[in-house]
């Protein structure tokens, strides 16, 4: 029944537009009544799209020909937004734009990064304008249509990432006046050019980033292969100062991390919600460290200073029970308990401690020469090496 009175509104309006023309021998107006015309179908279109709408949690959606979806509204208010790869079931394919709302995120003013799933093929015009607080986009690799104006009015956004090879898109991709902008991809992928669409164009490899506009670069996310991550100190030339809000938020792959000497922030949910980390490392020239940077992550031990207690708030290790913070003697600032977390001294030896008190020596940090295992630290035997 949709798809017949959706047939008989296109024949409707056709009919209006061949009548227009058909008028048009007789007078001088027939475009900007044609033009009427045509304004007349796309809300007719979208008045018949939003009939067929369904809701599941935050997103509106659409069901496409192919039982694939469409979403076409985001309800939510969350500041990170994973995009769900199904709703109902149903792979997502698009991300949709009704003209009298503008695209499907649209002035969500709050959302701060925005993770596309693999599966998507169309993102269609508009459908991040207007969001404010926007910071990062990455594109997977199934994207392969993109719409006009998608970032409009995005002041935050300076970077974006693709995966995959260059998707159909013209000049306006982005915004028509919006040319402070690089785009990030894989070496490997095709039809790619610098500039592309205007855009500046680069590579990229395990890390996302942002120049920082004065000579250093923010690490924005992480997509290698997890493990023991070692950030780099330097990027495209420039050194890594800052590591960016929600980094590896929820990276469930990285067991470790060092973080390099010469960042001197760590923002808010660096590493919230890493499932798996279990110890980082953090140089002495970190002054300052955000909300919640290492909290809800179950199996982190460890987070090791090389130099004076950060400016920190009492929220950076909430929700991760196992956490302490490991410092220098010598070194100022810290407590015991620092910002609701257990400390203690540690030397030329990271390392941590088993269920049975027994020790295990996990990376050696000292100044080199001969080496010395010590047969004890804190009171307890040290039993094994797993040294990196």
């Known amino acids: 029944m949709r798809r017949a009175n959706k047939t008989f509104l296109f024949t409707f309006v056709l009919a209006l537009l061949m009548s227009t023309c058909a ?20 809300d007719i279109t979208d008045s018949n799209e939003r ?12 069901i496409n020909s192919d039982d694939t979806v469409k979403i076409t509204r985001y309800l939510g208010s969350e500041r990170y937004v994973e995009i769900p790869a199904e709703l109902e079931g149903k792979v997502v394919t698009s991300i949709g734009t009704l003209s009298e709302e503008g695209g499907a995120f649209h002035g969500c003013t709050r959302i701060t990064e925005v993770i596309i799933p693999e599966g998507i093929q169309e993102i269609q015009d508009r459908a991040f304008a207007n969001c404010a607080q926007l910071v990062s986009v990455k594109f997977p690799a199934s994207v392969r249509k993109l719409g006009t104006g998608l970032l409009e009015d995005c002041r935050q956004v300076r970077s974006v990432y693709f995966e995959g090879d260059a998707p159909d898109a013209d000049r306006d991709v982005f915004s028509r006046f919006f040319r402070g902008l690089t785009v990030y991809y894989y070496e490997s992928a095709s039809g790619w050019s610098n500039p592309w669409n ?9 890390y996302l980033y942002e120049d920082n506009g004065n000579g250093t670069i923010s690490v924005t996310g992480y997509q290698g292969n997890g493990g023991r991550a070692v950030i780099p100190a330097v990027i495209a030339g420039k050194k890594v100062t ?7 938020e929820k990276e469930q792959h990285v067991s470790s991390v060092a973080v390099p000497d010469g960042v001197v922030e760590i923002q808010d949910s660096a590493f919230r919600g890493a499932l798996y980390l279990k110890d980082i490392t953090v140089p002495a020239s970190v002054t300052h460290v955000g909300k919640y940077a290492f909290a809800d992550c ?3 031990y460890a987070v090791y200073f090389d130099g004076d207690a950060p400016e920190a708030d009492d929220l950076i290790f909430a929700a991760s029970p196992q956490a302490t913070a490991f410092y220098h003697a010598g070194t100022a600032g810290w407590a015991l308990p620092w910002n609701g977390c257990d400390t203690k001294t540690y030397g030329e030896y990271q390392y941590k401690v088993d269920e049975d008190g027994k020790v295990t020596l996990t990376r050696y940090v000292g100044p080199g020469g001969d080496i010395q295992i010590p047969s004890e630290i804190d009171g307890k035997p040290v039993t094994s090496l797993d040294l990196v």
């Open 51 to 62: 009939l067929q709408e369904k809701l599941c949690g935050d997103y509106r959606y659409t």
């Open 198 to 206: 205007t855009y500046t164009a680069k590579t990229y490899g395990d």
């Open 298 to 300: 179950p199996e982190l």
């Open 23 to 42: 008028c048009s021998q007789a007078g001088g107006d027939s475009l900007p009544t044609a033009l009427d015309a045509l304004t007349t179908l796309d």
């Open 242 to 248: 800052v590591i960016g809000a929600s980094f590896m």
